[in-house]
């Protein structure tokens, strides 16, 4: 392993550079995805039938952990090194499934009505490191000529900045909430907790590159390639995964307006008891 963080001091490295409106489209999905995550956990918080809640935790882990592995496949397109890059499409695929795990961690949280610091830091952990798992494996799935080593200060960090700010966005959501205990305010708290959800994923993601030494070989020359395609393909998988993470939030929705709608005809079925025994004062309800 320690190989991955030591290098020829003397090598020449090549750096990169972003292309910031795929940045921006990185951290807006990795939001997007968050605050779907926090709906959905608080549909399923308060459905009775377990067929259902499992179904909402169900589609909105894939739902999260496939937003959380599209902002790192983004963010990926939006670095260029100027030289040809492939990526292997199994390792890649296996890369999402702690970016999953991740995110059932954190529905399975969400769901609580109360949680202790002791949750919270735990949680943030495994949350922090599925995230971390998922980023540092998809980068293992690159193909290129460099050697790929890491700086290991800014890669424990990036770490810490994934796991602090999990935790942050627990505390938001259920600290804040419980200290105020009003529920005009409860929709702010979910945004915000969102944002902060988001951060931890981008923060994450883009301190890990930060981390990433990219060793030129000897000979070697860097070129200037177009990024048409990684454009198309960046926009590509932002367009799947917004549709994907939108239909959950439907499911959710749709969840939603059912059981308003069992409540609606309840509160009428009582209604018209009380009133068709208001004469005999006897109240007839099952």
């Known amino acids: 392993i320690s190989r991955f963080f030591t290098f020829d001091e003397h090598a020449t490295l090549i750096e990169g550079a972003y292309h910031f409106p795929l940045v921006v489209l ?24 377990k067929i259902r809640r499992n179904t909402l935790l169900g589609t ?6 496939g937003g959380i592995w599209s902002m790192h ?29 991740a995110a059932w961690v954190a529905l399975h949280l969400l769901i609580k009505t109360r949680i202790s610091i002791a949750e919270i830091v735990l949680g943030g ?50 600290g804040i909430t419980a200290a105020t205990k009003s529920k005009k305010l409860l929709g702010k708290h979910v945004l915000l907790a969102s944002i902060v959800m988001g951060l931890a994923i981008s923060g994450m993601h883009y301190t890990g590159m930060a981390a990433a030494r990219f060793v030129l070989p000897p000979g070697m020359e860097t070129s200037n390639q177009s990024s048409d395609i990684a454009v198309f393909l960046a926009i590509s998988i932002a367009i799947v995964t917004l549709v994907l993470i939108t239909t959950v939030l439907g499911i959710s929705l749709l969840f939603k307006y059912r059981d308003v709608m069992v409540r609606a005809i309840e509160s009428e079925r009582i209604q018209s008891a009380i009133t068709d025994t208001a004469v005999d004062a006897i109240l007839t309800v099952d």
């Open 26 to 49: 990185s951290l807006l999905v990795a939001v997007f995805a968050s605050f779907m995550a926090f709906n959905v956990a608080r549909q399923a918080a308060i459905t009775e039938d």
């Open 60 to 65: 909105g882990s894939i739902a999260l952990g």
């Open 73 to 101: 496949f983004l963010g990926m397109t939006a670095f260029d090194l100027c030289l040809s890059v492939n990526y292997d499409p199994f390792v890649t695929g296996l890369s999402a499934i702690p970016g999953v795990a």
């Open 125 to 174: 952990v495994l949350v922090g490191a599925g995230i971390g798992t998922m980023h540092y494996s998809g980068m293992a799935a690159m193909e290129m000529a460099p050697l790929l080593r890491y700086d290991l200060g800014m890669f424990a960090l990036s770490i810490v900045v994934a796991v602090c700010l999990a935790m942050l966005s627990l505390w938001i959501k259920f």
